[in-house]
Protein backbone atom coordinates (compact mmCIF):
# COMPACT_ATOMS: atom_id res chain seq x y z
CA UNK A 1 0.00 0.00 0.00
CA UNK A 2 1.67 3.38 -1.13
CA UNK A 3 1.95 6.19 1.30
CA UNK A 4 0.71 9.14 1.46
CA UNK A 5 2.75 12.31 0.90
CA UNK A 6 2.47 15.56 2.05
CA UNK A 7 3.59 18.70 0.47
CA UNK A 8 3.77 21.97 2.36
CA UNK A 9 5.00 25.69 1.36
CA UNK A 10 5.78 28.20 3.75
CA UNK A 11 6.16 31.50 2.40
CA UNK A 12 5.42 33.95 5.31
CA UNK A 13 8.73 35.59 6.32
CA UNK A 14 7.53 34.12 9.96
CA UNK A 15 7.91 30.70 9.38
CA UNK A 16 11.22 29.46 11.37
CA UNK A 17 10.68 25.46 10.65
CA UNK A 18 8.13 22.63 10.54
CA UNK A 19 6.36 20.57 13.52
CA UNK A 20 5.10 17.13 12.20
CA UNK A 21 3.36 14.95 14.19
CA UNK A 22 3.60 11.14 12.66
CA UNK A 23 3.31 11.09 9.20
CA UNK A 24 4.20 7.44 7.26
CA UNK A 25 4.67 9.37 3.86
CA UNK A 26 7.41 12.00 2.41
CA UNK A 27 7.36 15.84 3.59
CA UNK A 28 8.87 18.24 0.77
CA UNK A 29 8.96 21.50 2.44
CA UNK A 30 9.94 24.88 0.00
CA UNK A 31 11.03 27.69 1.83
CA UNK A 32 10.44 30.84 -0.62
CA UNK A 33 12.76 33.89 1.10
CA UNK A 34 11.11 37.55 0.45
CA UNK A 35 12.19 38.90 -2.95
CA UNK A 36 15.52 41.05 -2.75
CA UNK A 37 13.63 45.28 -2.45
CA UNK A 38 14.77 46.80 -5.52
CA UNK A 39 17.25 49.71 -4.59
CA UNK A 40 17.09 53.18 -5.44
CA UNK A 41 18.88 53.54 -8.23
CA UNK A 42 21.77 56.02 -6.75
CA UNK A 43 22.59 59.07 -9.32
CA UNK A 44 25.74 58.85 -11.41
CA UNK A 45 29.29 59.80 -10.31
CA UNK A 46 32.79 59.11 -10.76
CA UNK A 47 34.84 55.74 -9.40
CA UNK A 48 38.19 57.01 -10.12
CA UNK A 49 40.13 56.18 -7.16
CA UNK A 50 42.55 59.28 -7.44
CA UNK A 51 41.94 63.09 -6.65
CA UNK A 52 42.45 65.24 -9.42
CA UNK A 53 45.93 66.54 -9.49
CA UNK A 54 46.48 69.77 -9.49
CA UNK A 55 50.07 69.51 -10.94
CA UNK A 56 48.87 68.24 -14.20
CA UNK A 57 50.34 69.32 -17.59
CA UNK A 58 48.64 69.94 -20.56
CA UNK A 59 49.97 67.42 -23.17
CA UNK A 60 49.58 69.12 -26.20
CA UNK A 61 46.49 68.24 -28.35
CA UNK A 62 45.94 64.98 -26.70
CA UNK A 63 43.29 65.56 -24.51
CA UNK A 64 41.91 67.32 -27.48
CA UNK A 65 42.01 64.03 -29.63
CA UNK A 66 40.55 62.23 -27.03
CA UNK A 67 37.51 64.89 -26.78
CA UNK A 68 37.15 64.15 -30.55
CA UNK A 69 37.64 60.74 -30.68
CA UNK A 70 35.28 59.75 -27.48
CA UNK A 71 32.58 61.96 -28.72
CA UNK A 72 31.14 59.52 -31.04
CA UNK A 73 28.70 57.02 -29.73
CA UNK A 74 30.06 53.28 -28.53
CA UNK A 75 33.52 55.00 -29.33
CA UNK A 76 36.85 52.84 -28.21
CA UNK A 77 39.86 54.94 -27.69
CA UNK A 78 43.47 53.71 -26.69
CA UNK A 79 46.44 55.68 -25.03
CA UNK A 80 49.39 53.38 -25.86
CA UNK A 81 53.11 54.38 -25.10
CA UNK A 82 56.01 53.58 -22.76
CA UNK A 83 55.47 52.92 -19.26
CA UNK A 84 56.02 56.21 -17.41
CA UNK A 85 55.00 58.20 -20.28
CA UNK A 86 51.91 59.55 -18.15
CA UNK A 87 49.14 57.69 -19.93
CA UNK A 88 47.37 56.91 -16.64
CA UNK A 89 47.45 60.87 -15.56
CA UNK A 90 46.26 61.72 -18.92
CA UNK A 91 42.59 59.08 -18.18
CA UNK A 92 42.72 60.36 -14.59
CA UNK A 93 42.08 64.33 -16.20
CA UNK A 94 39.82 63.13 -19.04
CA UNK A 95 37.67 61.05 -16.80
CA UNK A 96 37.33 64.67 -14.58
CA UNK A 97 36.89 66.92 -17.11
CA UNK A 98 33.88 64.51 -18.46
CA UNK A 99 32.49 64.79 -14.88
CA UNK A 100 32.58 68.36 -14.94
CA UNK A 101 31.10 68.64 -18.38
CA UNK A 102 29.06 65.94 -18.31
CA UNK A 103 27.93 65.57 -14.70
CA UNK A 104 24.85 62.92 -15.26
CA UNK A 105 27.61 60.65 -16.83
CA UNK A 106 29.29 57.67 -14.67
CA UNK A 107 32.64 57.65 -14.93
CA UNK A 108 33.90 53.88 -14.23
CA UNK A 109 37.90 53.39 -13.35
CA UNK A 110 39.02 49.57 -14.10
CA UNK A 111 41.92 48.20 -12.98
CA UNK A 112 43.24 45.95 -15.48
CA UNK A 113 46.71 45.02 -14.80
CA UNK A 114 45.37 41.42 -13.14
CA UNK A 115 43.04 39.08 -13.54
CA UNK A 116 41.71 39.57 -9.72
CA UNK A 117 42.25 43.48 -10.11
CA UNK A 118 39.75 43.49 -13.16
CA UNK A 119 37.61 41.45 -11.34
CA UNK A 120 37.44 43.48 -8.22
CA UNK A 121 36.95 46.49 -10.08
CA UNK A 122 33.24 45.05 -11.88
CA UNK A 123 32.37 44.10 -8.44
CA UNK A 124 33.18 47.52 -7.56
CA UNK A 125 31.40 49.05 -10.27
CA UNK A 126 27.94 46.33 -9.06
CA UNK A 127 28.03 47.90 -6.21
CA UNK A 128 27.96 51.41 -6.71
CA UNK A 129 25.05 51.07 -9.13
CA UNK A 130 23.52 48.79 -7.28
CA UNK A 131 22.30 45.87 -9.65
CA UNK A 132 20.01 43.17 -8.25
CA UNK A 133 21.97 40.14 -7.96
CA UNK A 134 25.21 40.97 -7.35
CA UNK A 135 25.81 39.28 -4.19
CA UNK A 136 24.23 35.92 -5.17
CA UNK A 137 27.49 33.45 -4.26
CA UNK A 138 27.31 32.16 -7.96
CA UNK A 139 26.44 35.58 -9.49
CA UNK A 140 28.43 35.91 -13.54
CA UNK A 141 29.76 39.87 -12.00
CA UNK A 142 30.83 40.32 -15.78
CA UNK A 143 27.71 39.25 -17.07
CA UNK A 144 26.08 41.80 -14.27
CA UNK A 145 28.02 44.66 -15.24
CA UNK A 146 27.48 44.17 -19.29
CA UNK A 147 23.91 43.62 -18.91
CA UNK A 148 23.93 46.86 -16.97
CA UNK A 149 26.09 48.85 -19.45
CA UNK A 150 23.39 47.56 -22.31
CA UNK A 151 20.58 49.05 -20.58
CA UNK A 152 18.08 51.05 -21.59
CA UNK A 153 17.13 54.68 -20.36
CA UNK A 154 19.21 57.68 -20.48
CA UNK A 155 21.94 56.73 -18.27
CA UNK A 156 25.48 57.57 -19.47
CA UNK A 157 29.15 56.58 -18.60
CA UNK A 158 32.54 56.43 -19.43
CA UNK A 159 34.41 53.14 -19.02
CA UNK A 160 38.34 53.86 -18.16
CA UNK A 161 40.45 50.27 -18.81
CA UNK A 162 43.63 51.20 -17.20
CA UNK A 163 47.06 49.33 -17.55
CA UNK A 164 45.13 46.34 -19.81
CA UNK A 165 49.25 45.93 -20.59
CA UNK A 166 49.25 41.72 -21.35
CA UNK A 167 47.66 38.92 -23.79
CA UNK A 168 47.20 36.82 -21.22
CA UNK A 169 45.30 38.77 -18.71
CA UNK A 170 43.37 35.76 -17.68
CA UNK A 171 45.89 33.38 -17.40
CA UNK A 172 44.51 31.30 -14.67
CA UNK A 173 40.78 30.67 -13.90
CA UNK A 174 38.57 33.74 -12.98
CA UNK A 175 36.19 33.70 -10.05
CA UNK A 176 32.90 34.07 -11.53
CA UNK A 177 31.46 34.02 -7.67
CA UNK A 178 33.31 34.96 -4.38
CA UNK A 179 36.21 32.28 -4.74
CA UNK A 180 34.10 29.44 -5.66
CA UNK A 181 32.99 28.48 -8.39
CA UNK A 182 36.36 29.21 -11.26
CA UNK A 183 35.58 29.43 -14.70
CA UNK A 184 38.02 30.78 -17.52
CA UNK A 185 37.14 33.75 -19.92
CA UNK A 186 38.35 31.57 -22.90
CA UNK A 187 36.51 28.77 -21.81
CA UNK A 188 32.51 27.39 -22.26
CA UNK A 189 31.14 29.06 -19.15
CA UNK A 190 32.76 32.65 -19.43
CA UNK A 191 33.48 33.88 -22.63
CA UNK A 192 36.81 36.34 -23.35
CA UNK A 193 37.22 39.95 -21.89
CA UNK A 194 35.95 41.31 -25.05
CA UNK A 195 32.27 40.05 -24.94
CA UNK A 196 31.98 41.69 -21.59
CA UNK A 197 32.57 45.12 -23.12
CA UNK A 198 29.25 46.30 -25.26
CA UNK A 199 28.89 48.14 -28.02
CA UNK A 200 26.42 50.41 -26.17
CA UNK A 201 25.28 53.94 -27.64
CA UNK A 202 25.23 54.19 -23.88
CA UNK A 203 28.44 54.77 -23.44
CA UNK A 204 32.40 54.92 -24.56
CA UNK A 205 35.21 53.24 -23.70
CA UNK A 206 39.24 54.64 -22.88
CA UNK A 207 42.26 51.91 -22.47
CA UNK A 208 45.27 52.81 -21.48
CA UNK A 209 48.12 50.23 -22.03
CA UNK A 210 51.65 50.27 -22.59
CA UNK A 211 51.36 47.21 -25.92
CA UNK A 212 50.02 48.11 -29.03
CA UNK A 213 49.37 44.58 -29.82
CA UNK A 214 46.95 44.56 -26.35
CA UNK A 215 45.50 47.99 -27.11
CA UNK A 216 44.24 46.82 -30.90
CA UNK A 217 42.60 43.55 -29.63
CA UNK A 218 40.62 46.37 -28.44
CA UNK A 219 40.37 49.21 -31.08
CA UNK A 220 41.01 50.13 -34.16
CA UNK A 221 44.36 51.37 -34.92
CA UNK A 222 42.98 54.96 -36.03
CA UNK A 223 41.67 55.10 -32.50
CA UNK A 224 45.32 54.84 -30.87
CA UNK A 225 46.48 57.85 -29.63
CA UNK A 226 50.45 57.42 -28.91
CA UNK A 227 51.75 58.95 -25.67
CA UNK A 228 55.41 60.38 -26.17
CA UNK A 229 57.35 61.88 -23.36
CA UNK A 230 56.71 65.26 -22.79
CA UNK A 231 57.85 68.10 -25.35
CA UNK A 232 60.80 70.34 -23.18
CA UNK A 233 57.97 73.28 -22.05
CA UNK A 234 55.73 70.80 -21.03
CA UNK A 235 58.77 68.90 -19.29
CA UNK A 236 60.08 72.50 -17.70
CA UNK A 237 56.36 72.97 -16.25
CA UNK A 238 56.51 69.74 -14.29
CA UNK A 239 59.69 70.49 -12.70
CA UNK A 240 58.77 73.76 -11.52
CA UNK A 241 55.33 72.33 -10.50
CA UNK A 242 56.37 69.86 -8.39
CA UNK A 243 59.31 71.81 -6.91
CA UNK A 244 57.32 74.42 -6.01
CA UNK A 245 59.70 77.35 -7.08
CA UNK A 246 61.18 78.29 -10.12
CA UNK A 247 64.56 76.86 -10.30
CA UNK A 248 67.85 77.86 -12.58
CA UNK A 249 66.05 77.42 -15.98
CA UNK A 250 69.63 76.31 -17.27
CA UNK A 251 69.86 73.22 -15.02
CA UNK A 252 66.21 71.91 -15.17
CA UNK A 253 66.51 72.18 -18.57
CA UNK A 254 69.52 70.48 -18.78
CA UNK A 255 68.34 67.67 -15.98
CA UNK A 256 64.87 67.25 -18.05
CA UNK A 257 67.01 66.82 -20.83
CA UNK A 258 69.16 63.50 -18.90
CA UNK A 259 65.77 62.50 -17.93
CA UNK A 260 64.30 62.32 -21.53
CA UNK A 261 61.20 64.27 -20.55
CA UNK A 262 59.71 61.23 -18.93
CA UNK A 263 56.73 62.35 -16.73
CA UNK A 264 57.29 59.33 -14.36
CA UNK A 265 61.18 60.24 -14.25
CA UNK A 266 60.90 63.74 -13.59
CA UNK A 267 58.68 63.39 -10.46
CA UNK A 268 60.98 60.73 -8.71
CA UNK A 269 63.82 63.14 -9.78
CA UNK A 270 61.60 66.25 -7.77
CA UNK A 271 60.57 64.19 -5.03
CA UNK A 272 63.95 63.09 -4.32
CA UNK A 273 65.54 66.46 -4.73
CA UNK A 274 62.30 67.93 -2.28
CA UNK A 275 62.96 65.53 0.61
CA UNK A 276 66.54 66.41 0.86
CA UNK A 277 66.05 69.77 0.12
CA UNK A 278 67.63 72.64 1.50
CA UNK A 279 70.77 70.00 1.79
CA UNK A 280 70.22 69.05 -1.39
CA UNK A 281 69.76 71.21 -5.26
CA UNK A 282 68.89 70.74 -8.69
CA UNK A 283 72.64 70.76 -9.47
CA UNK A 284 73.59 68.43 -6.93
CA UNK A 285 71.12 65.42 -8.31
CA UNK A 286 72.00 66.58 -12.58
CA UNK A 287 76.00 66.56 -11.23
CA UNK A 288 75.10 62.77 -9.25
CA UNK A 289 72.94 61.27 -12.05
CA UNK A 290 75.89 61.97 -14.28
CA UNK A 291 78.41 60.21 -12.73
CA UNK A 292 78.11 56.33 -13.58
CA UNK A 293 75.47 54.10 -14.42
CA UNK A 294 75.09 53.02 -10.86
CA UNK A 295 74.55 55.97 -9.77
CA UNK A 296 71.64 56.71 -12.41
CA UNK A 297 69.88 53.53 -11.15
CA UNK A 298 70.47 54.56 -7.68
CA UNK A 299 68.30 58.00 -8.57
CA UNK A 300 65.95 55.93 -10.54
CA UNK A 301 65.01 53.27 -8.18
CA UNK A 302 63.69 55.85 -5.40
CA UNK A 303 60.11 55.24 -4.83
CA UNK A 304 58.31 58.12 -4.15
CA UNK A 305 56.42 61.24 -5.65
CA UNK A 306 53.71 59.64 -7.40
CA UNK A 307 50.37 59.69 -5.50
CA UNK A 308 48.29 58.45 -8.68
CA UNK A 309 49.74 55.93 -9.44
CA UNK A 310 47.79 52.23 -9.10
CA UNK A 311 48.91 50.50 -5.54
CA UNK A 312 50.49 47.67 -7.32
CA UNK A 313 52.60 50.08 -9.66
CA UNK A 314 56.33 51.01 -8.92
CA UNK A 315 57.14 54.54 -8.45
CA UNK A 316 60.26 53.28 -9.97
CA UNK A 317 60.87 53.84 -13.58
CA UNK A 318 63.56 51.56 -13.85
CA UNK A 319 61.02 48.81 -12.19
CA UNK A 320 58.40 49.58 -14.19
CA UNK A 321 60.13 48.86 -17.15
CA UNK A 322 61.73 45.51 -16.46
CA UNK A 323 58.13 44.25 -15.18
CA UNK A 324 57.60 44.20 -18.87
CA UNK A 325 60.91 42.69 -19.21
CA UNK A 326 60.47 40.05 -17.73
CA UNK A 327 56.65 39.40 -19.34
CA UNK A 328 58.62 40.09 -22.81
CA UNK A 329 61.43 37.32 -21.90
CA UNK A 330 58.68 34.95 -20.61
CA UNK A 331 55.75 35.48 -23.50
CA UNK A 332 59.07 35.82 -26.33
CA UNK A 333 62.77 35.00 -25.30
CA UNK A 334 63.96 35.72 -28.44
CA UNK A 335 62.74 39.26 -28.29
CA UNK A 336 64.39 40.04 -24.85
CA UNK A 337 67.34 38.90 -26.29
CA UNK A 338 67.21 41.62 -29.01
CA UNK A 339 66.16 44.00 -26.71
CA UNK A 340 68.94 43.00 -24.25
CA UNK A 341 71.90 43.11 -27.42
CA UNK A 342 70.55 45.98 -28.52
CA UNK A 343 71.28 48.06 -24.86
CA UNK A 344 74.57 48.61 -25.08
CA UNK A 345 74.65 50.08 -28.55
CA UNK A 346 74.59 53.98 -29.25
CA UNK A 347 70.78 54.92 -28.56
CA UNK A 348 70.34 55.89 -32.11
CA UNK A 349 71.07 54.51 -35.71
CA UNK A 350 70.94 51.12 -34.25
CA UNK A 351 71.99 49.28 -37.56
CA UNK A 352 69.68 46.40 -38.07
CA UNK A 353 72.78 44.13 -39.99
CA UNK A 354 74.10 44.85 -36.05
CA UNK A 355 71.43 43.51 -34.27
CA UNK A 356 70.35 40.53 -36.69
CA UNK A 357 73.01 38.09 -34.97
CA UNK A 358 72.54 36.59 -31.54
CA UNK A 359 74.32 33.87 -31.77
CA UNK A 360 77.84 34.25 -31.10
CA UNK A 361 81.08 33.15 -33.29
CA UNK A 362 84.61 33.82 -32.53
CA UNK A 363 87.53 35.43 -34.51
CA UNK A 364 89.23 32.35 -33.05
CA UNK A 365 87.06 30.19 -35.74
CA UNK A 366 88.69 32.00 -38.36
CA UNK A 367 84.86 33.37 -39.87
CA UNK A 368 84.28 36.99 -38.86
CA UNK A 369 81.15 37.49 -41.36
CA UNK A 370 79.39 36.25 -43.78
CA UNK A 371 80.73 37.78 -46.31
CA UNK A 372 84.10 36.72 -45.06
CA UNK A 373 83.44 33.46 -45.20
CA UNK A 374 81.79 32.93 -48.52
CA UNK A 375 78.80 31.56 -47.52
CA UNK A 376 75.14 32.32 -48.16
CA UNK A 377 71.68 31.95 -47.21
CA UNK A 378 69.93 31.50 -51.20
CA UNK A 379 69.81 27.99 -52.84
CA UNK A 380 71.04 27.88 -56.39
CA UNK A 381 67.72 28.76 -58.22
CA UNK A 382 67.95 32.25 -55.92
CA UNK A 383 65.14 31.53 -53.22
CA UNK A 384 65.69 31.61 -49.82
CA UNK A 385 65.58 28.76 -47.61
CA UNK A 386 62.94 28.63 -45.45
CA UNK A 387 64.90 27.91 -42.49
CA UNK A 388 66.39 31.96 -43.74
CA UNK A 389 62.98 33.14 -43.84
CA UNK A 390 61.65 31.62 -40.99
CA UNK A 391 64.67 33.31 -39.41
CA UNK A 392 63.48 36.96 -40.85
CA UNK A 393 60.21 36.22 -40.11
CA UNK A 394 61.20 36.04 -36.21
CA UNK A 395 63.36 38.60 -36.28
CA UNK A 396 60.23 41.04 -37.51
CA UNK A 397 58.63 39.48 -34.96
CA UNK A 398 60.64 40.52 -32.58
CA UNK A 399 61.16 43.95 -34.08
CA UNK A 400 57.04 44.35 -33.95
CA UNK A 401 56.90 43.29 -29.91
CA UNK A 402 59.22 45.73 -28.91
CA UNK A 403 58.10 48.60 -30.96
CA UNK A 404 54.42 47.45 -29.57
CA UNK A 405 55.64 48.09 -25.79
CA UNK A 406 57.64 51.07 -27.29
CA UNK A 407 60.80 49.85 -26.43
CA UNK A 408 62.26 50.68 -29.41
CA UNK A 409 61.35 52.98 -32.58
CA UNK A 410 62.34 52.58 -36.64
CA UNK A 411 64.01 54.72 -38.36
CA UNK A 412 63.89 55.41 -42.30
CA UNK A 413 67.32 53.70 -43.39
CA UNK A 414 66.52 50.27 -41.63
CA UNK A 415 68.18 51.46 -37.95
CA UNK A 416 66.50 51.58 -34.62
CA UNK A 417 66.83 53.99 -32.23
CA UNK A 418 65.94 53.25 -27.96
CA UNK A 419 66.00 55.66 -25.28
CA UNK A 420 68.79 56.36 -23.33
CA UNK A 421 67.05 55.33 -19.42
CA UNK A 422 65.16 52.18 -21.37
CA UNK A 423 69.02 50.75 -22.73
CA UNK A 424 70.12 51.22 -18.73
CA UNK A 425 67.16 50.15 -17.18
CA UNK A 426 67.74 46.78 -19.92
CA UNK A 427 71.62 46.47 -18.49
CA UNK A 428 70.62 46.76 -14.91
CA UNK A 429 68.18 44.03 -15.72
CA UNK A 430 70.69 41.82 -17.72
CA UNK A 431 72.64 42.62 -14.56
CA UNK A 432 70.39 41.49 -11.81
CA UNK A 433 70.25 37.97 -13.83
CA UNK A 434 73.88 37.38 -14.42
CA UNK A 435 73.41 38.25 -18.42
CA UNK A 436 74.89 41.04 -18.80
CA UNK A 437 78.60 40.12 -19.45
CA UNK A 438 77.24 37.49 -22.44
CA UNK A 439 75.44 40.29 -23.81
CA UNK A 440 78.28 42.91 -23.70
CA UNK A 441 80.37 39.76 -25.75
CA UNK A 442 78.19 39.64 -28.22
CA UNK A 443 77.48 43.49 -29.00
CA UNK A 444 81.79 43.37 -28.81
CA UNK A 445 81.87 40.91 -31.61
CA UNK A 446 79.48 42.05 -33.71
CA UNK A 447 80.38 45.46 -33.94
CA UNK A 448 84.00 44.15 -34.24
CA UNK A 449 83.62 42.36 -37.08
CA UNK A 450 81.84 45.04 -39.04
CA UNK A 451 83.61 47.75 -38.03
CA UNK A 452 86.04 48.05 -41.05
CA UNK A 453 89.83 49.60 -41.14
CA UNK A 454 89.91 53.77 -40.89
CA UNK A 455 90.86 54.11 -44.89
CA UNK A 456 89.12 56.65 -47.13
CA UNK A 457 87.30 53.57 -48.67
CA UNK A 458 85.92 52.44 -45.56
CA UNK A 459 84.62 56.07 -44.32
CA UNK A 460 80.98 56.02 -44.68
CA UNK A 461 80.73 52.72 -42.54
CA UNK A 462 83.22 53.76 -40.24
CA UNK A 463 81.17 57.25 -40.05
CA UNK A 464 77.96 54.85 -39.26
CA UNK A 465 79.17 52.69 -36.74
CA UNK A 466 81.82 54.97 -34.91
CA UNK A 467 78.97 56.30 -32.42
CA UNK A 468 78.57 52.59 -31.23
CA UNK A 469 82.47 51.94 -31.36
CA UNK A 470 82.26 54.89 -28.69
CA UNK A 471 80.07 53.49 -26.48
CA UNK A 472 82.31 50.36 -26.48
CA UNK A 473 84.94 52.32 -24.62
CA UNK A 474 83.28 52.05 -21.63
CA UNK A 475 81.83 48.44 -22.12
CA UNK A 476 85.19 46.40 -21.27
CA UNK A 477 84.60 42.95 -21.35
CA UNK A 478 86.15 40.55 -18.89
CA UNK A 479 86.84 36.85 -21.07
CA UNK A 480 89.97 37.21 -23.23
CA UNK A 481 88.49 36.67 -26.22
CA UNK A 482 85.91 39.17 -26.03
CA UNK A 483 89.09 41.36 -24.91
CA UNK A 484 90.75 40.75 -28.34
CA UNK A 485 87.52 41.93 -30.07
CA UNK A 486 87.28 44.81 -28.03
CA UNK A 487 90.64 45.91 -28.74
CA UNK A 488 90.56 44.92 -32.69
CA UNK A 489 87.20 47.60 -32.69
CA UNK A 490 89.02 50.00 -30.94
CA UNK A 491 91.89 50.30 -33.29
CA UNK A 492 90.08 50.56 -36.20
CA UNK A 493 88.26 53.21 -34.72
CA UNK A 494 90.94 54.89 -33.52
CA UNK A 495 92.33 54.85 -37.40
CA UNK A 496 89.45 56.47 -38.52
CA UNK A 497 89.62 59.29 -36.30
CA UNK A 498 93.16 59.77 -36.62
CA UNK A 499 92.10 59.67 -40.77
CA UNK A 500 89.43 62.27 -39.93
CA UNK A 501 92.07 64.38 -37.84
CA UNK A 502 90.17 63.74 -34.29
CA UNK A 503 93.00 63.72 -32.25
CA UNK A 504 91.38 63.30 -28.50
CA UNK A 505 89.45 60.36 -29.90
CA UNK A 506 92.43 58.50 -31.88
CA UNK A 507 93.87 59.19 -28.66
CA UNK A 508 91.32 57.32 -26.64
CA UNK A 509 90.72 54.93 -28.78
CA UNK A 510 94.35 53.43 -29.97
CA UNK A 511 95.54 53.95 -25.92
CA UNK A 512 92.30 51.26 -25.00
CA UNK A 513 93.23 49.56 -27.60
CA UNK A 514 97.39 49.05 -26.97
CA UNK A 515 96.36 48.35 -23.06
CA UNK A 516 94.01 45.76 -23.62
CA UNK A 517 96.52 43.81 -26.03
CA UNK A 518 99.45 44.25 -24.26
CA UNK A 519 96.84 42.48 -21.55
CA UNK A 520 96.18 39.74 -23.28
CA UNK A 521 99.21 39.44 -26.11
CA UNK A 522 102.21 40.97 -24.80
CA UNK A 523 104.65 43.62 -25.30
CA UNK A 524 105.68 41.84 -28.54
CA UNK A 525 102.83 40.70 -30.29
CA UNK A 526 102.32 41.94 -33.62
CA UNK A 527 98.60 43.48 -32.52
CA UNK A 528 100.20 45.21 -29.40
CA UNK A 529 103.12 46.31 -31.87
CA UNK A 530 100.07 47.62 -34.11
CA UNK A 531 98.59 49.32 -31.83
CA UNK A 532 101.80 51.20 -29.89
CA UNK A 533 102.25 52.65 -33.73
CA UNK A 534 98.44 54.26 -33.46
CA UNK A 535 99.17 55.56 -29.90
CA UNK A 536 102.37 56.92 -31.76
CA UNK A 537 100.50 58.65 -34.86
CA UNK A 538 98.16 59.87 -32.68
CA UNK A 539 100.18 61.79 -30.76
CA UNK A 540 102.25 62.93 -33.68
CA UNK A 541 98.46 64.80 -34.85
CA UNK A 542 98.17 66.13 -31.56
CA UNK A 543 101.21 67.68 -31.79
CA UNK A 544 103.21 65.49 -28.59
CA UNK A 545 106.02 65.13 -30.50
CA UNK A 546 108.24 63.25 -27.64
CA UNK A 547 105.19 61.03 -26.88
CA UNK A 548 105.25 59.98 -30.25
CA UNK A 549 108.69 59.73 -30.77
CA UNK A 550 109.43 57.33 -27.22
CA UNK A 551 106.44 54.87 -28.71
CA UNK A 552 107.92 54.77 -32.18
CA UNK A 553 111.40 54.04 -31.24
CA UNK A 554 110.25 51.46 -28.96
CA UNK A 555 107.87 50.01 -31.88
CA UNK A 556 110.62 50.04 -34.39
CA UNK A 557 113.35 48.43 -31.84
CA UNK A 558 110.97 45.58 -31.11
CA UNK A 559 109.46 44.91 -34.96
CA UNK A 560 113.20 44.47 -36.03
CA UNK A 561 114.06 41.78 -33.54
CA UNK A 562 111.10 40.04 -33.97
CA UNK A 563 109.73 40.51 -37.52
CA UNK A 564 113.16 41.68 -39.13
CA UNK A 565 114.67 44.46 -41.14
CA UNK A 566 112.62 44.42 -43.91
CA UNK A 567 109.57 43.41 -42.74
CA UNK A 568 106.68 45.51 -43.79
CA UNK A 569 105.38 46.66 -40.58
CA UNK A 570 109.16 47.31 -39.01
CA UNK A 571 109.36 49.77 -42.26
CA UNK A 572 106.04 51.40 -41.80
CA UNK A 573 107.54 52.08 -37.61
CA UNK A 574 110.67 53.27 -39.15
CA UNK A 575 108.55 56.06 -41.79
CA UNK A 576 106.33 56.80 -39.01
CA UNK A 577 109.43 57.88 -36.54
CA UNK A 578 111.12 59.49 -39.67
CA UNK A 579 107.50 61.29 -39.57
CA UNK A 580 107.84 63.00 -35.84
CA UNK A 581 111.44 63.79 -36.63
CA UNK A 582 110.31 66.05 -39.10
CA UNK A 583 107.67 67.42 -37.48
CA UNK A 584 110.07 68.49 -34.95
CA UNK A 585 112.17 70.25 -37.36
CA UNK A 586 115.25 67.54 -37.33
CA UNK A 587 115.62 67.01 -40.77
CA UNK A 588 118.79 65.39 -40.82
CA UNK A 589 117.53 62.18 -39.09
CA UNK A 590 114.26 62.03 -40.71
CA UNK A 591 116.18 62.29 -43.97
CA UNK A 592 118.30 59.32 -43.39
CA UNK A 593 115.35 56.83 -41.91
CA UNK A 594 113.45 58.26 -45.06
CA UNK A 595 116.31 56.59 -47.81
CA UNK A 596 116.23 53.81 -45.86
CA UNK A 597 113.03 52.92 -45.84
CA UNK A 598 112.88 54.07 -49.97
CA UNK A 599 115.85 52.01 -50.42
CA UNK A 600 114.40 48.93 -48.53
CA UNK A 601 111.05 49.05 -50.23
CA UNK A 602 112.53 49.25 -53.44
CA UNK A 603 114.28 46.24 -53.24
CA UNK A 604 111.88 43.96 -51.70
CA UNK A 605 108.52 45.63 -53.12
CA UNK A 606 109.72 46.98 -56.32
CA UNK A 607 109.66 50.51 -57.72
CA UNK A 608 106.02 50.92 -58.24
CA UNK A 609 104.33 49.27 -55.39
CA UNK A 610 102.10 52.21 -53.88
CA UNK A 611 104.27 51.85 -50.50
CA UNK A 612 107.91 52.67 -52.54
CA UNK A 613 106.18 55.56 -54.22
CA UNK A 614 104.78 56.72 -50.49
CA UNK A 615 108.33 56.99 -49.05
CA UNK A 616 109.92 58.36 -52.13
CA UNK A 617 106.88 61.37 -51.73
CA UNK A 618 108.28 61.47 -47.97
CA UNK A 619 111.61 62.57 -49.64
Given at each position: ?16 G ?8 N ?10 R???P ?6 I ?18 H ?19 K ?11 R??L????V?W ?6 A ?20 P ?22 VL ?30 S??AY??Q ?5 F?I?S??R???L????N ?5 V ?10 L ?6 V?G??K??A ?5 L????L ?6 A ?7 R ?14 H ?26 W ?12 SA ?6 M ?7 I???L?R ?5 G ?9 E???D ?8 S ?6 E ?9 LRD???I????N ?6 AL ?7 W ?11 Q ?17 W ?6 F ?7 T???R ?14 A????W ?5 A ?13 KK???Q ?28 E??V????K??L?E ?6 S ?8 Y???G????A ?7 M ?11 PD???S????
Open positions: MAHPRAISTFTSSGNRLDVGYNSGVNAHFHPPAEPETPNPKSTPFRRDPDFVDRGTILDQLEKCALPASRTALVGLGGVGSQLAIEYGYRIEQPETWFVHAGSTRLEQSYRDIAEHVKISGRKEKANIFKLVYEWLCGGGNRKWLFDNIDHNCLFPEAVSAGQGKQKTDLDGKDLQLLLPSQNGWLTRSDVAKLVEKDIITEPMAKPQALAFEKKLGLNDVIELAVAEFMPAIVQAAYISRRAPYSMRQFLEDFRKSDKKTSLLNFEGGHLRRDLEAKNSIIITQISFEHIQRSRSADLLSLSFFDRQGPEVVSRARTIESGCTSQESGTNEREDGKKKSVSSEDGFEDDIQIYSFSVETRTFEMHVQLATRKLEASGQLEKWKQYIRNLSVKFPVGEYENTRCQALPHAKSAIQQPADGSLREWALLLHNAWYARKGSVEAIQFSRGAMGARILGEHKETLSSMAMVGVAYSLGGRWDKAEELVQMETTRVGEHPSTLSIANLASTRNQRWKEEELDVQVKTRKRVLGEEHTLSIANL
